[in-house]
Antibody
Framework: EVQLVESGGGLAQPGGSLRLSCAAS????????MHWVRQAPGKGLEWISY????????YYADSVKGRFTISRDNAKKSLHLQMDSLRVDDTAVYYC???????????WGQGTMLTVSS | SSELTQDPAVSVALGQTVRITCQGD??????ASWYQQKPGQAPVLVIY???NRPSGIPGRFSASSSGNTASLTITGAQAEDEADYYC????????????FGTGTKVTVL
């Protein structure tokens, strides 16, 4: 079964840091580009970051550029999002997602909630 | 940066047809993909490419595109189709390389 499982969410203080992880199973993780998408409470989906299969290419949304870093460990089949200089408006559910078999985000994790508050 | 604009909300009578639209410049170059999201759940891909449904998605979901507008149509809407729907597209600018629409809440009456 194809599965993505996020972890690492929780409560963080403004200006603080947190690292999210996403464990992949059921597909050849190392062959696929991966993404992070977030959703603030009551708001829409926001694409925030991309990493190519071999980590050579990374993209970020302007809202997180310079503060968040995407990475992956293909040997451990894991995706990460290092989040620094956190702001209250980073509060959201964070999803890892992949475009695995089709030209669309066809695989999603269940999401992990990050709350940034003092 | 590019944007994809959707109507905030639409309603449809049970068994009738509803069309959801998504407008943006990137749609002149790329097909939209469409996602259904129910409360407390992760999004689910319902349409990708020109008009393709992943395995398990009912045939009442279809898509079309013209110019800068993509559309998702639900023909014979069911109660379980009540959800938020988002379009998504690539973008040539790579700033960002992917963008989601603003979302449409579909209510089945």
């Amino acid at each position: 079964e194809v599965q993505l499982v996020e972890s690492g969410g929780g409560l963080a203080q403004p200006g603080g840091s947190l690292r999210l992880s996403c464990a992949a199973s059921g597909f050849t993780f190392q062959s696929y580009d991966m993404h992070w998408v977030r959703q603030a409470p009551g708001k829409g989906l926001e694409w925030i970051s991309y990493i190519s299969s071999g980590s050579s290419t990374r993209y970020y949304a302007d809202s997180v550029k310079g503060r968040f870093t995407i990475s992956r460990d293909n040997a451990k089949k894991s995706l990460h999002l290092q989040m620094d200089s956190l702001r209250v408006d980073d509060t959201a559910v964070y999803y890892c997602a992949g475009r695995i078999w089709v030209d669309g985000f066809d695989v999603w994790g269940q999401g992990t909630m990050l709350t940034v508050s003092s | 940066s590019s944007e994809l604009t959707q109507d905030p909300a639409v309603s449809v009578a049970l068994g009738q047809t509803v069309r959801i639209t998504c407008q943006g410049d990137s749609l002149r170059s790329f097909y939209a993909s469409w996602y259904q999201q129910k409360p407390g759940q992760a999004p689910v891909l319902v349409i990708y490419g020109e008009n393709n449904r992943p395995s398990g998605i009912p045939g009442r979901f279809s898509a079309s595109s013209s110019g800068n507008t993509a559309s998702l149509t639900i023909t014979g809407a069911q109660a379980e189709d009540e959800a938020d729907y988002y379009c998504n597209s690539r973008d040539n600018s790579l700033n960002p390389p992917y963008v989601f629409g603003t979302g449409t809440k579909v209510t089945v009456l």
